[in-house]
């Protein structure tokens, strides 16, 4: 069992930057693949980014490539997703998620079997 605690959200300006974190419980964080998805208001959750349990595999949706980059420290648990030039369509709770696996990580929702809270990013314009 993985328990996932997103952290640093917040509201930011058009073309800011933003750093979120994703602390995971437990011994075995280096044997999980790690994602990122978001949920804006009356639209379905989507996917951001991943990364593979050995960080050699990393994806992201076409919206956020060169903008967007996911990262992983296994001494600490956590993974980030550093969040610069926001626009005010980045606007969503972002959630992390956990499956242990060492495939390369999912971008799809149903792959994952751990769920943060989610944090809320409110860009303005």
């Known amino acids: 069992q993985v328990q996932l605690v997103e952290s640093g959200g917040g509201l930011v300006q058009a073309g800011g930057s933003l750093r979120l974190s994703c602390a995971a419980s437990?011994?075995?964080?280096?044997?999980?693949?790690m994602g990122w998805f978001r949920q804006a208001p009356g639209k379905e959750r989507e996917f951001v980014a991943a990364?593979?349990?050995?960080?050699?595999?990393?994806y992201y949706t076409d919206s956020v490539k060169g903008r967007f980059t996911i990262s992983r420290d296994d001494a600490k648990n956590t993974v980030y997703l550093q969040l610069n030039s926001v626009k005010p369509e980045d606007t969503a709770v972002y959630y992390c998620?956990?499956?242990?696996?060492?495939?390369?990580?999912?971008?799809?929702?149903?792959?994952?079997?751990?769920w943060g809270q989610g944090t809320q990013v409110t860009v303005s314009s």
């Open positions: 998620a956990a499956k242990r696996s060492t495939f390369p990580a999912g971008r799809d929702a149903d792959w994952y079997d751990y």
């Open positions: 437990g011994r075995t964080f280096s044997t999980y693949a």
């Open positions: 990364i593979s349990w050995s960080g050699t595999n990393i």
